[in-house]
T-cell receptor
């Protein structure tokens, strides 16, 4: 595997379900990010991890819970979601958070909440 | 607060018909401006980084330019495979976060 991978690619869940999204980066980067992309809207930054420490929680509802067990893996745990949470969830990584480095994105997980 | 506005929202081109996309930005000290390409159902793919006004970068049929208030992505003699959504993002000097525009969706017809 190369670059940034995400699983699953598609997920349909009911509002009472609990599920998790997984992201893995194979680039040796130290920073990882979760973004939400809704139709016709700019990407919204949700969480940032730098060296496994959460450094940003961008006013995201508590029904989204991130986890970063090591610098290569990032999870987004989902529970009791709302239909408006349906979107494309993108994971990204960069070499470092504080320096000027471009972010590389995974293919995303298309989430539908019914 | 940083702001990024992309125009037009959508652009339909005939193969070979050159055009430009605009990214206007407001930021308190620009650290860098990024261009990404996003195909349907996929994540954004990094294209260019521009650091200062006057800078230009090229990749195949794409050329990105930067001024103090805006960036242009020029598509020269586009082909159908250039069809995608093009995203612009800025990073401020005192911040590590990227602020994205909503994108321009380009459709190139054969």
């Amino acid at each position: 595997e190369t670059g940034v991978t995400q699983t699953p690619r598609h997920l349909v869940m009911g509002m009472t379900n609990k599920k998790s999204l997984k992201c893995e980066q194979h680039l040796g980067h130290n920073a990882m990010y979760w973004y939400k992309q809704s139709a016709k809207k700019p990407l919204e930054l949700m969480f940032v991890y730098s060296l496994e420490e959460r450094v940003e929680n961008n006013s995201v509802p508590s029904r989204f819970s991130p986890e970063c067990p090591n610098s290569s893996h990032l999870f987004l745990h989902l529970h009791t979601l709302q239909p408006e949470d349906s979107a494309l969830y993108l994971c990204a990584s960069s070499q470092d958070r504080d320096s000027f480095y471009e972010q590389y994105f995974g293919p995303g997980t298309r989430l539908t909440v019914t | 607060e940083d702001q990024v506005t992309q125009s037009p929202e959508a652009l339909r081109l005939q193969e070979g018909e050159s055009s430009s996309l605009n990214c206007s930005y407001t930021v308190s000290g620009l650290r860098g401006l990024f261009w990404y390409r996003q195909d349907p159902g996929k994540g954004p793919e990094f294209l260019f980084t521009l650091y200062s006004a006057g800078e230009e970068k090229e990749k195949e049929r794409l050329k990105a330019t930067l001024t103090k208030k805006e960036s242009f992505l020029h598509i020269t003699a586009p082909k159908p495979e250039d069809s995608a959504t093009y995203l612009c993002a800025v990073q401020a000097q005192d911040d590590y976060k990227l602020s994205f525009g909503a994108g321009t969706t380009v459709t190139v017809r054969a």
